[in-house]
């Protein structure tokens, strides 16, 4: 079947191999979506239509409350084999896999992720690696992750992205949805936020850096964002309509993460800086406000930058003098300063990466000055920092750094040192090979200093 040409509803693209003008072939092999009113109801009757008859449901303490024991007692009376587990390790690394390993029955064919991102996260790995497929029954929808076929995980303290699988049913009870407090409501929304500058970061990778791209898949994306961000504003109102376009806008992103066998679809500069963030607060055993809060305020960080550069003139024979004064040496010491007991695998990926080496770096500022124009022209599109603030201000969320525990200085290597974080060109690699990204740093940063002032005082 051919991949359609003009976006389509959601289950579409369940279960289809598509081939692609764009020459990749795309499947997603998620079978089955139920998203509405009463949606647990259905976990008995979709695990008995799949085939499955030994279930090994894994929540938390906090998830267990909200779905997981009704998920045990729904399973329970219709005569299914089921065991629950309330993980006690929520570090979501290898001990929280040991525990995992420990409990699983022997028998178990089926293994329920209750719970969202690092539950979700952790089960698809875990199963991936046990040879088991699975479902998640969503308690919040705070991220994208959903459909996703990777697994970020903490190991050895550095945030790491591992082939796992997608689950085969995804299940999101409106009822409960609407339940999840403010916090995570505003997480999904920014999530979805995030595309933007993240599918703009594809679209320069496209140009700068010849990276293959689909515009089928990136037609799908940002015509389902747009369509969800238009109601946006209900979500603080609890609409469950709203919340559950929110849900299917998240779940969707994802089935585009494994049509196009990667991330690249959903996930950009913005996720860097929340990928970062998180291993500096798990060094500093501090925890982390939701991965989708960090998305929209990193959201609000990358467009702040671009708004910087788009009203500096570009010197393209500074940036290449900038390229060949590149000292691996220097960058490797910033490194340690930056990223504590994570330095070593983060160099590690830049000597396969070589994303910083002067050769390509100057062959890419060729492509940029040929170009300028038409990359201007996809900055231009992108929504303003203000539009993102305004939007995330409506739910009582987070949309600067010091309000999610980013101060100053970590703000500042952040803005410098996340792109490291993963070997895919983006808004802050372009900016760095420019030879900017230091000075446009530190104006943004003073910027958000000013409006943070002006906040405390009520001005």
Not at 46 to 63: H, K, N, P, W
Not at 424 to 437: E, P, V
Request: include cysteine.
């Amino acid at each position: 079947m051919e991949m359609p040409q003009k976006p389509q509803p959601l289950n579409t693209y369940l279960d289809q191999t598509f081939t692609c003008s764009c020459g990749k072939e795309h499947y997603a092999p998620l079978k089955v979506v139920r998203i509405g009113p009463s949606a647990l109801n259905d976990l008995p009757r979709i695990a008995r239509e799949q085939g499955f008859q030994s279930l090994y449901l894994v929540s938390d303490a906090t998830t267990y409350q909200i779905a997981g024991k009704r998920c045990l007692e729904l399973l329970e009376a219709a005569g299914a084999k089921a065991k629950l587990i309330q993980l006690t390790h929520t570090g979501f690394d290898e001990a929280t896999l040991g525990e995992l390993v420990i409990h699983m029955p022997a028998d178990c064919d089926l293994v329920v992720a209750v719970g969202t991102g690092a539950i979700n996260d952790m089960v698809r790995f875990f199963s991936f690696k046990m040879g088991r497929p699975f479902f998640t029954v969503a308690t919040a929808a705070p991220m994208d992750g959903f459909a996703s076929s990777i697994a970020a995980l903490n190991v050895n303290h550095l945030k790491t992205t591992f082939e796992a699988q997608t689950p085969l049913a995804i299940l999101g009870d409106t009822e409960i949805l609407k339940g999840a407090p403010y916090r995570m409501i505003a997480a999904g929304l920014g999530d979805l936020l995030g595309k933007f500058t993240c599918i703009c970061d594809w679209k320069l990778a496209r140009l700068i850096n010849h990276e293959h791209y689909c515009s089928r898949i990136v037609e799908l994306v940002e015509t389902c964002v747009r369509g969800v961000l238009q109601d946006a504003g209900k979500a603080r109102e609890r609409n469950p309509q709203v919340l559950g376009n929110i849900m299917e806008g998240l779940v969707l992103t994802g089935v585009a993460m494994s049509l196009y066998g990667n991330s690249r679809p959903a996930s950009g500069c913005e996720h860097h800086m929340s990928h970062y963030w998180e291993m500096m607060f798990e060094q500093q055993h501090r925890r982390p406000v939701p991965h989708g809060i960090q998305v929209g305020v990193g959201t609000v960080l990358v467009l702040k930058l671009v708004e910087a550069l788009r009203s500096t003139i570009v010197d393209f024979d500074a940036a290449r003098a900038s390229a060949m004064a590149y000292d691996q040496t220097a960058w490797e010491a910033h490194i340690r300063t930056a990223y504590g007991s994570a330095t070593d695998g983060i160099i590690a990926l830049e000597a396969t990466a070589r994303k910083n080496e002067p050769t390509a770096r100057l062959r890419r500022i060729d492509t940029m000055e040929a170009h300028w124009d038409e990359l201007n022209a996809l900055l231009t599109e992108l929504p303003s920092s203000q539009t993102v603030m305004d939007l995330l201000k409506s739910l009582d969320a987070p949309c600067l750094p010091i309000e999610i525990g980013v101060d100053a200085d970590m703000l500042r290597s952040t803005y410098l040192y996340c792109k490291e974080v993963r070997a895919r060109y983006t808004i802050l690699q372009m900016i760095w090979d420019l030879g900017l990204l230091e000075p446009l740093a530190d104006q943004v940063i003073a910027s958000l200093s000013v409006i943070q002032k002006t906040q405390q005082t009520g001005s």
